[in-house]
């Protein structure tokens, strides 16, 4: 580094620092206040989402104590702060998987061609809340709730509709469910080995991500210690059957979703994580046979520089506890590898148009913060869901980004930025505080039981939505620059009506005309199954092909191993 009189000296020369620290003292007690004087601050606190002080400016004195190698490395080893790639979106762009589901199978396979004609590169399937509980469609529990939050599936013939003419082999499918996610992983399976495909050809991810159910989004059916059976089943099978699927998506968008900040969201999705290793170090399985298989699916939300922080701290986290603490010797196990989706809970039904900004700067935080793949939200989910239009925006601006932007050029762009490395650590240190905590109450089940990560995430809930109501963070067109004038509506989707008689109507095709023998001996085996420490994939998949409907065989399973009902949060 050069200075006026043509001398060189290090970065961490004493005397650079020297000047430097009187320099700073100079700015904060003549230069800055006299400015404030003159033109006074907006407010008199700067802080981000998760409420983390923000200072006026960030300097080398911030980050001369962080040791590079150990902090940050380089992009593709260890810890990965900068990227599990050396060379990231130069070689490879993020895969762009938009989320898509809604009434029939017949309908979201007709969106899933359409995505895939306008560009898109991985499928995620949304599935809507009878299927999610694992009820089929007829139930009586189920009635008026049929598509309306995604795609109803009630047995295999369902899913051979909804995957008819995909390129299994080609394109990776993620399926966002959770109690009955193997019951649904064993329908995909048999359904696309009806089409000639080997399951060792099959790519995707299946959330699986039971422990957030109980933390935040609810859908769960089992309790807690049979549900991580069928999750552990779910990992041993995949990495014996199954070597190109994520077994589990370790999912801390419903976490933030629900009202969590981002420090939060990270700390109690890496406490799941660390579960789910635990769980299946006890099956008897090898760490490095299993965790290069877990993924992760984080929320990008609002605030720009901490999301990208949150996703940086993420990896080094991940990376530094599977190798030291769970013993883990391959790099790949090493590495988190996330999904992100663009913040639900931001979008806003007053001027909606306004929600394409808000996922453009979520989807361009998720890009600098490194992800594998990237949802981005559409400008009328706040109504309903997505219409055609408002899916191909939203797909667009992921493809602006990459393609026009200029951030996927260089590697971690923003890395070295004394801010963003500064609130990175902050970021990491807050949340090992709050995991060392839960290892402390004895792990995420018991804190689960105990109401810890949902209190927390009611009372950050509950705050930010008083500094809504007090004006002190503001919303454009809910709270601020709001448009009394304001008219315009975007084109809304409308659910076929026709389609919930269509899918009865199947369900009673199926139950009359499937082989009663086979069926009846394929749910016998699987209760057999249920009772005995037996891995459960092969008779669900069993089950599957015998035409069994996913009601009938959460049936059997509710039988086996119980309900679960929550204790009131106080």
Known sequence: MKVEDGSTYPVNDLQHQADLEEAYKHWLEKTLPESIRRIPERKEHFTSLSGIPIKTIYTPLDTKDIPYNQALG??????????????????????????????????TNRRFHYLLRNGQTGLSIAFDLPTLYGYDTDHPLAEGEFGKCG?????????????????????????????????????????????????????????????????????????????????????????????????????????????STAIQELAFTLSDGFTYVEHALARGLKIDDFAPRLS???????????????????????????????????????????????AGCSLTAQQPENNIVRTTLQALAAVLGGAQSIHTNSLDEALALPSELAAKIALRTQQIIAEESGVTNTVDPLGGSYFLETLTNEIESSAREYIQKIRDMGGMIEAIKAGFPQREIAESAYRYNQELESGERRIVGVNAYQDDDYSWQPPILEIDPRGEQLQRERLKEIRSSRDKKAWQESLDRLRKAAKTGENLMPPLIDAANADATLGEITDVLRDVFGTYSEQVII
């Open 151 to 259: 795609v109803a599936v009630s047995s295999r013939r369902d899913m051979e509709i909804l995957l008819q003419g995909l390129p299994l082999d080609k394109v990776s499918v993620s399926m966002t469910i959770n109690g009955p996610a193997a019951i649904i992983w064993a329908m995909f399976i048999a359904a696309a080995e009806r089409f000639g495909y080997h399951r060792s050809q099959l790519r995707g991810t299946l959330q699986n991500d039971i422990l957030k159910e109980y933390i935040a989004q609810k859908e769960f059916i089992f309790p807690p210690e049979p549900s991580m059976r069928l999750v552990t089943d779910t990992i041993e099978f995949g990495m014996k059957e199954m070597p190109q699927w994520n077994t589990i998506s370790i999912s801390g968008y419903h976490i933030r979703e629900a009202g």
């Open 74 to 107: 380089l992009p593709g080893e260890f810890p990965y702060t900068r990227g599990i790639h050396p060379t990231m979106y130069r070689s490879k762009l993020w895969t762009m998987r938009m989320f898509a589901g809604y009434g029939t199978a017949e309908e």
């Open 296 to 342: 992760f699916f984080f929320n990008s939300h609002n605030d720009l520089f901490e999301e990208i922080a949150k996703f940086r701290s993420a990896r080094r986290i991940w990376a530094y506890e599977l190798r030291d603490r769970y013993g883990a010797k391959d790099p790949r196990s090493w590495r988190l590898r996330f999904h992100a989706q663009t």
